[in-house]
Structures are given as structure tokens and as C-alpha cells.
Nanobody, 120 residues
Framework: QVQLVESGGGLVQPGGSLRLSCSAS????????RGWYRQAPGKQRELVAT???????NYADSVKGRFTISRDNTKNTVNLQMNSLKPEDTAVYYC??????????????WGQGTQVTVSS
């Protein structure tokens, strides 16, 4: 089991910045990838950004050049720096972790979500 706890959401004006953080609990399973997804009202959940243990990153086209995902292994944390925020970035943001156990069983874990609202 892995528990993920997000922080850093809130209300920001268009053009502003926010930094989301997600800490993962200690676990016997190996986390090999972390990521952020978001879900706006009335829309499907969508990928925002992912990062693997070799620091390979992937971003949704809508956030490229504005958002940056990073890892802090000493704190078992993944961060999402969001700059130049737009009203269409308003959503609940979810942290994820992909894991594999010693016997090869894979799982996906999700945080509880944190609200990001971009509005003047």
C-alpha cells in the first residue's frame, strides 16, 4: 500500500503560479513512476504530467512550457510547478504513483485530490 498526500492547491489569478506537492508514504513496493492528472467539472480526468525514476518526463500539450514536474527522492515527493495559469487549468489535481512489488504485481495509487482554481 502507498498513501499519497497532495498539498498546494488554491485560488490564483490568471497568469499566476502555484506549486503542488505530493508525498508518498514508505512502502515495501517500488514506485517507478509518478504523475499528476486533473479533472475539471463535467470533463474526463486527463493526464497533466508524468516522471519516471530516470527523470523522463511527459506533458500534456496544453501545459507544455508552463508546467514542470520534478522529484525529490530524499523526501519521496513529486512536485508540479504551474506557471502562467489559465482559467482552463481550473480542476481537481490528483497525484499518482505506479508501483511494482517484489513478485511483479503492478498497481496504481491515487491521492485524494487538491482543488486548483484560476479566476480573477
Amino acid at each position: 500500500q502507498v498513501q499519497l498526500v497532495e498539498s498546494g492547491g488554491g485560488l490564483v489569478q490568471p497568469g499566476g503560479s502555484l506549486r503542488l506537492s505530493c508525498s508518498a508514504s514508505e512502502s515495501t513496493v517500488h514506485i517507478y513512476a509518478r504523475g499528476w492528472y486533473r479533472q475539471a467539472p463535467g470533463k474526463q480526468r486527463e493526464l497533466v504530467a508524468t516522471i519516471t525514476n530516470d527523470d523522463s518526463t511527459n506533458y500534456a500539450d496544453s501545459v507544455k512550457g508552463r508546467f514542470t514536474i520534478s522529484r525529490d527522492n530524499t523526501k519521496n515527493t513529486v512536485n508540479l510547478q504551474m506557471n502562467s495559469l489559465k482559467p482552463e487549468d481550473t480542476a481537481v489535481y490528483y497525484c499518482t504513483a505506479k508501483t511494482i512489488s517484489r513478485d511483479g504485481v503492478r498497481n496504481d495509487y491515487w491521492g485524494q485530490g487538491t482543488q486548483v482554481t484560476v479566476s480573477s
